[in-house]
């Protein structure tokens, strides 16, 4: 994912936490708050919990690819932070990409085209 798509900063993160609102899935959980440019970032959370570093690399990979896939369709103008659950670490990819899928369009953030041409 390119570098202006990625929230880097942690005061970033924080802000996404503190001001933002959270959708709730068993495998993983969205953060998403406003932010003033014409594009959306997203920031990826895996804590230790998951395992160690090689498990928590690659569950942010995952997740990274599942993001970049449904692009195109993202809203602009989000900051979004996507906080693995311990289940995440075993999933399939096509698990991950249906829970990536499921919460953004639960929070309102894919567009309704996306939506209806990856059902066809």
């Given amino acids: 994912m390119r570098r202006r798509y990625r929230l880097r900063k942690q005061a970033d993160f924080q802000r996404v936490r503190r ?6 899935h068993p495998l993983a959980v969205l953060w998403a708050c406003r932010n003033d440019l014409d594009h959306s970032r997203f920031g990826f959370s895996v804590g230790r919990s ?11 990979r995952r997740l990274r690819e599942a993001v970049r896939r449904e692009l195109e369709g993202i809203r602009p103008g989000w900051d979004l932070v996507f906080i693995a659950r311990a289940p995440l670490a075993t999933a399939s990819f096509e698990t991950v990409v249906l829970v990536v899928e499921e919460l953004l369009t639960r ?3 894919l567009e309704k085209s996306a939506v209806r041409r990856q059902s066809l």
């Fill in 107 to 109: 929070a309102g953030l």
């Fill in 50 to 60: 998951l395992g160690g570093a090689v498990v928590r690399n690659q569950v942010k």
């Fill in 19 to 24: 001001e933002g609102r959270s959708w709730a």
